[in-house]
């Protein structure tokens, strides 16, 4: 029996169309599905951020967002994202824990055939969690280390090379942490 994840296959517009396919599928056809894209920060202001393993289909060995996924068929976004933070990362979150930012359109390019047709659902988690109180998806992600955000802020602006690149999505958390954690800076 084949196991893998079923999505919900979404119009132009982000609205169901009743369709429920395998992931693979909807990556060959190019169907439009919702992703979660969690964005952990600590009081001090260290973005979280996960190393893909090499296995991944996209963007294997890639720096990337603190803990995000696909949502499968039957998903809401509040349980996707529920589910991916204890399956990414064994953190227990709670629908108040997560701070709603906005849901972005997007189709990113990759290679082989992948197509990436998604809107994205972008939520904050402020979390005081040491990195020894995660124990991340081994499956999905070879490292897990927090980054001071002027360090973040610098390797989004120079491009850091193994970085997965969102300019729409690092615009949105910049207009959204300047104030707070480069104010003292000024």
């Keep these: 029996m084949n196991n ?4 919900d296959v979404l119009n132009e517009f982000g609205q169901p169309t009743g369709e429920v396919k395998e992931r693979t599928l909807v990556h060959r056809d190019g169907d439009w599905h ?3 894209h969690i964005w952990i920060i600590n009081g001090m202001g260290d973005i979280l951020l996960q190393r893909r393993c090499e296995s991944k289909d996209s963007d294997p060995n890639m720096l990337d967002i603190s803990c995000a996924g696909h949502l499968t068929s039957g998903d809401d976004v509040i349980m996707g994202a529920i589910r991916e933070c204890k399956e990414e990362l064994n953190l227990d979150v709670v629908e108040s ?8 359109k997007r189709s ?4 082989d ?4 047709n998604e809107f994205d659902d972008l939520f904050i988690l402020r979390t005081d969690k040491q990195i020894e109180d995660l124990k991340y998806q081994e499956e999905e992600i070879s490292e897990i280390f927090f980054v001071p955000y002027k360090d973040f802020k610098k390797m989004v602006e120079e491009k850091k090379e193994d970085l997965v690149i969102y300019d729409d999505e690092y615009k949105i958390l910049f207009e959204k942490f300047d104030d707070e954690f480069l104010a003292s800076e000024s």
């Design 4 to 7: 893998e994840e079923l999505f």
């Design 34 to 36: 919702r992703a979660v």
């Design 97 to 104: 824990d997560l701070e709603y930012l906005t849901t972005l």
């Design 108 to 111: 990113p390019k990759h290679s």
């Design 113 to 116: 055939g992948f197509i990436d």
